[in-house]
């Protein structure tokens, strides 16, 4: 069974930076793809950055240049690294897994197990 455990989550001001590390274990086979996706209350879940057992990875425009996702397999954990970060990335942030996974993707609905989310809030 896949499980996957968020933390890092906190307060930052505009412009800071927070890592996101995500425990992901219960794999039975390599292929799999790891993602975050994120949601403020009272809207939709949104895909944020995924990334591929070979490395591939996908970001949804808000986040491109500032946002970096990477992913250390002999430790089963996956990050988040946040840079220039703005109020309006201020949300809760969910791990995601797709197995089998041989792509990156961001449809929330496209994902197999999910994290219990980590919350961010940037504010001054």
């Known amino acids: 069974q896949v499980q996957l455990v968020e933390s890092g989550g906190g307060s930052v001001q505009p412009g800071g930076s927070l890592r996101l590390p995500c425990a992901a274990s219960?794999?039975?086979?390599?292929?799999?793809?790891l993602g975050w996706f994120r949601q403020v209350a009272g809207k939709q879940r949104a895909g944020v950055a995924s990334?591929?057992?070979?490395?591939?990875?996908s970001y949804s425009d808000s986040v491109k240049n500032r946002f970096f996702i990477s992913q250390d397999r002999a430790r089963n954990t996956l990050y988040l690294q946040m840079n220039s970060l703005k109020p309006e990335d201020t949300a809760m942030y969910y791990c995601?897994?797709?197995?089998?996974?041989?792509?990156?993707?961001?449809?929330?609905?496209?994902?197999?197990?999910w994290g219990q989310g980590t919350q961010v809030t940037v504010s001054s």
């Open positions: 995601a897994a797709r197995v089998p996974g041989y792509s990156p993707w961001l449809i929330p609905s496209d994902s197999d197990s």
């Open positions: 990334i591929d057992q070979g490395g591939r990875t």
């Open positions: 219960g794999f039975t086979t390599v292929w799999y793809s």
